[in-house]
Structure formats: C-alpha cells, structure tokens
C-alpha cells in the first residue's frame, strides 16, 4: 500500500526567504509519481509540481522546485523568493503507475510579511 | 473551458437522514475521484472510478457510503443515516487518464457538510 507522510503541520517563512517543505513516501513499486498541491484559503486545490519517479533530474516551476531522493523515498518542496500568495497548505501525494492518488495529512505554511 | 462542479456547496442535515453529493467532471476526464476533507486530516481517499473499470472503493470508511458515476460522467456521493463524525468538506477530483500517464487532478470547489 501507499503511504504518504509530511511530518510538518505548520511551518512560517519570512517573506522573499526561501523554506522546504518535507514529504516521504513508502511504495513497493518501481513506477510512480509524485505531486505537490496547493489549498489556498479559497479551498481550490491546483498541482503545484510533479515527478516521474524514472526522471532522475529534479522537476522545477519558476520559484518550485523538489529534491527528490529515490533511495530515501524523500520528496521535498522547495519555494524560493517566498510571496504572500504562497500561504496556503501544501499536500504532497504520490500515484503508482495506473493507480489511485494518495495524499499526505498537508502542512500549512505561513508567509510572515 | 468548464471545471469540475460540485453541488451542493454547503449542506447542513440532522443526524440519521441521507445526503447526496454531486460531482460533475471536466468533459472527458475518465478518472474521477472523491476524498475527505476533515480538520487537520489531510485528504483521505473515499474512492476512485475510472473508465469502465470497477471502481476502488478501499477508502470507504463504512457500508453508509457508496457513490456511483453513471455514464463515465457524472458522480453521485451518497452517505446514509449521517452521523456527526461525517461532517468534512468532500472534495471531487477528475483527470485525463492516459496510458498510466497519470495526469494532474482537478478539483472542486467542494461541499462543506455539517451533520447536526
């Protein structure tokens, strides 16, 4: 079974300063992916950022970018140049190739101005 | 285009009576998935339809829930004799399943339930 866990529940960054967000993930198989979503207050969720577990180069989006540790089974969420609009709560999530979506319990960050 | 529709927004209901959940997809999304939203939980995985496959229901948290999609469309949640601990926002999601390639989900709005 999947399994996703960030183990922080709450996090605050300066604003402009950069901040990383944890995730790990357990799987037994070889072909997955993995995401990063956002939940602003409005409640919208929208994709953030995603891997493909055989890439091995780190996916990036403008300020986002991860640090993905196969061996570890790691995936953190790095956001550079912190904006207000970034407050939200971050989900990371992982999908086994044709398999449902799985997400972790989130972390709310806050951008302190 | 149109995203995906959730309905009702917000449905308040005593405990003991069903609701119904509506979810209507982004046209041509073959996957659709419906998650539970409570405070402080995350997203917990209720259950995931796509194509004509039979549908995973391992997140279902007891026989009161069940959902259909009809069609390969649209998307009924239903929750039977309510109790308080159901009160969640229920989230629906949709994506272009293709090939395994699994593409980004998009989301509802939601619907906010309170069980009275």
């Known amino acids: 079974a999947q399994t996703v866990t960030q183990s922080q529940p709450e996090m605050s960054v300066q604003e402009a300063e950069t901040v990383t967000l944890s995730c790990t993930y357990d799987t037994s198989e070889s072909d997955y992916y993995l995401f990063w979503y956002k939940q602003p207050p409005s409640r919208q969720m929208i994709l953030v950022i995603r891997q493909e577990a055989y890439k091995q180069q780190n996916a990036t989006e403008n300020r986002f970018s991860v640090n993905f540790q196969k061996a570890a089974k790691s995936f953190s969420l790095k956001i550079s140049d912190s904006q207000l609009g970034d407050a939200a709560m971050y989900f990371c999530a992982s999908s086994n190739r044709d398999d449902k979506i799985i997400f972790g319990k989130g972390t709310r960050l806050h951008i302190l101005p | ?116």
């Open chain 2, 1 to 116: 285009g149109a995203g995906v529709s959730q309905s009702p927004s917000n449905k308040v209901t005593e405990k003991g009576k069903d609701v119904e959940l509506r979810c209507d997809p982004i046209s041509g999304h073959t996957a659709l998935y419906w998650y539970r939203q409570s405070l402080g939980q995350g997203l917990e995985f209720l259950i995931y339809f796509q194509g004509n496959s039979a549908p995973d229901k391992s997140g279902l948290p007891s026989d009161r829930f069940s959902a259909e999609r009809t069609g390969g469309s649209v998307s009924t949640l239903t929750i039977q004799r309510t109790q308080q601990e159901d009160s969640a926002v229920y989230l629906c999601a949709s994506s272009l399943f293709d090939q395994g390639n699994n593409s980004p989900l998009h989301f509802g709005n939601g619907t906010r339930l309170t069980v009275t």
